[in-house]
């Protein structure tokens, strides 16, 4: 058996093991619907789904912020962790995965606490700021890879003391520890590193990950005061 098959396996095992046996109607509609209408496969698997929902509960999340909606898949997770009055932003640069996430958030019961915001994420984040939020307490950053390293310095600013921010994709197949890879994406990743590492306000680490969705990883940064 193939290393990739053995860790779709696994995934597999932990799904039905972890996740519950009955299938989850709005998260499998919002796959189904996300491939049928064209989009390219790259939501986070089950089990970093189910992550993302443990770790916005830890935080005691009442405001999320993900950067990077794409069918909506990831934010059913996220939202689902919010209490009744909670609120979760998201981003999405593409008009027509926009419109597909918006239809699989409303399926899921989440359309009166998140909120689809269309356009690049660095003109949205700014008219964000701008109506002064109270400070989310996670962040979910998935979107151009290129970009990472804005996205942190404006995660920094919409968070305060405690907040979570969660850097998805950090691993880019091992390409990121390869220093003659100058691809956007590896680059833009490093600096969102670089930043974690060394900013005075964040303390952080990153993990590597094996899984349906090949080999990757993400990183986790705290605000400190």
């Given at each position: 058996m193939s290393e990739s098959r053995l860790w779709h396996e696994v995934d597999d095992y932990f799904t039905d093991r972890l996740l519950g046996e009955a299938p989850d109607e709005a998260l499998e509609a919002a796959l189904r619907d996300s491939d049928a209408a064209g989009l390219p496969p790259i939501a986070v698997s089950a089990p970093q789904g189910k992550l993302l929902q443990l770790l916005a509960q830890l935080q005691g999340a009442r405001g999320i912020l993900e950067i990077g909606t794409l069918g909506g898949y990831s934010t059913i997770w996220l939202g689902r962790a919010l209490p009744a009055d909670g609120r979760l932003v998201t981003l999405e640069y593409d008009p027509?995965?926009?419109?597909?996430?918006?239809?699989?958030?409303?399926?899921?019961?989440?359309?009166?606490?998140?909120?689809?915001?269309?356009?690049?994420?660095?003109?949205?984040l700014p008219r964000l700021a701008d109506e002064n939020p109270a400070p989310f307490d996670l962040v979910f950053i998935d979107a151009?890879?290129?970009?990472?390293?804005?996205?942190?310095?404006?995660?920094?600013?919409?968070?305060?003391?405690?907040?979570?921010i969660v850097l998805d994709n950090v691993v880019r197949g091992g390409r990121v520890a390869d220093p003659d890879n100058d691809d956007p994406d590896v680059a833009g990743t490093r600096a969102a590193l670089d930043l974690i590492g060394s900013h005075p306000r964040l303390t952080g680490t990153a993990v590597q990950t094996v899984g349906a969705k090949g080999y990757d990883g993400f990183a986790l940064a705290r605000v400190q005061a």
């Open positions: 027509a995965h926009a419109e597909v996430a918006v239809r699989n958030i409303a399926r899921a019961g989440l359309d009166g606490q998140v909120e689809v915001r269309v356009g690049a994420a660095l003109d949205s151009d890879k290129a970009n990472n390293a804005h996205y942190m310095e404006w995660a920094l600013r919409l968070t305060s003391a405690g907040s979570l």
